[in-house]
């Protein structure tokens, strides 16, 4: 018990200064519960509502592609630089420094690699994300996958509400199958139907008409980078990709199979919170790759 004698006397009532009730800078999170909130904003910067996530999950289905063969080398002296880092709980406990702070999108389904038939996966244990401490959970579904549609699209639901429980929002990750067609019109269902079932964030990919995808997804929606492609270029996709109403990138090859890495993950950021150009942007990483 407090003790009671010499209490200050209550008077900093501030009557005529309303209680200001705060909004949330994110689309469609408004009505989210507390903890969820606290989540989102610890992955985009409530100044902007932007984030600039460094994925480096690939080795769940890949192995050690380039780029991530040492992720203590490679993709730890980068986490500063990043707003959220995308890694699979493997990574996460056996690389990544707790200390460092990062708020973690924690890669929630595995299965099947790329030997194989990709994308037929199941969710992990959703404890083991809350032990982990996620910021958020991934989970990937399969969109116009005859296969796995239907038993991506229910890990997706399970996750949510087990993140609905927890308090921890769930990204869905849209997988495009080598048969679909990568346009506006297969990003739109993709996207909205991950979102109609719950997820909170969306990671698509850019296409031509992005505009539209984002409108007509009611949560926010960052873009993977994709395959390696030249540094201007990359920079070049996230700012039409902010441009054009994502609220953030999930970047990975881009950044880590970069020939600067460091750089090329300043120049990124630059474009997503400072409004860097293109050209801008690229300039930035030439000049910090000297
Ligand atoms: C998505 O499911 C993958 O696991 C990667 O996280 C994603 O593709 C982002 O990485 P990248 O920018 O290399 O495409």
Redesign the pocket.
């Known amino acids: 018990m407090p003790d009671m004698d010499n209490f200050k006397e209550a008077s900093a009532f501030g009557v005529g200064t309303p209680q200001e009730t705060v909004g949330f800078p994110l689309k469609g999170c408004g009505s989210l519960d507390w903890g969820m909130k606290s989540r989102l904003a610890r992955i985009f910067d409530p100044k902007d509502g932007r984030s600039l996530m460094l ?1 480096c ?2 080795g769940f289905i890949m192995g050690p592609t380039g780029g991530v063969e040492r992720i203590d080398l490679s993709i730890v002296p980068l986490l500063s630089h990043a707003d959220c880092l ?1 890694c699979t709980r493997g990574v996460l406990r056996a690389l990544i420094p707790a200390t460092s702070r990062i708020p973690v999108c924690l ?1 929630s389904d595995a299965g099947t690699s790329v030997l194989t038939e990709l994308n037929d996966n199941v969710v992990i244990d959703p404890e083991d994300a809350i032990r982990l401490n996620a910021s958020a959970m991934a989970v ?1 579904v399969a969109v116009g996958d005859a296969n796995f549609e239907g038993k991506t699209v229910a890990n997706l639901y399970h996750t949510v509400d087990i993140g609905q429980r927890y308090g921890i929002p769930v990204m869905g ?1 849209t ?1 495009v199958g080598k048969q679909m067609t990568r346009d506006a019109r297969y990003f739109r269902l993709a996207t909205r139907i991950c979102a109609e079932n719950g997820a909170n964030i969306v ?1 698509t990919y850019y296409t031509e008409g992005f505009e539209t995808v984002v409108a007509a997804c009611p949560v926010p929606i960052v873009i ?4 390696k492609i030249p540094e201007r270029d990359a920079l070049e996709l996230a700012y039409k990709a902010i441009n054009d109403g994502a609220a953030g990138v ?5 950044v880590f199979q970069s020939e600067h890495p460091a750089a090329m993950i300043q120049a990124v950021r630059a474009v997503i919170h400072d409004g860097l150009k293109p050209d801008q942007a690229y300039q930035l990483y030439q000049d910090l790759s000297k």
């Not at 999930?250 to 881009?254: E, L, P, Q, S, Y």
């Open positions: 994925a999950d690939h995308m890669r990937m990750v997988a990671k993977a980078g994709g395959k999930d970047m990975g090859r881009n």
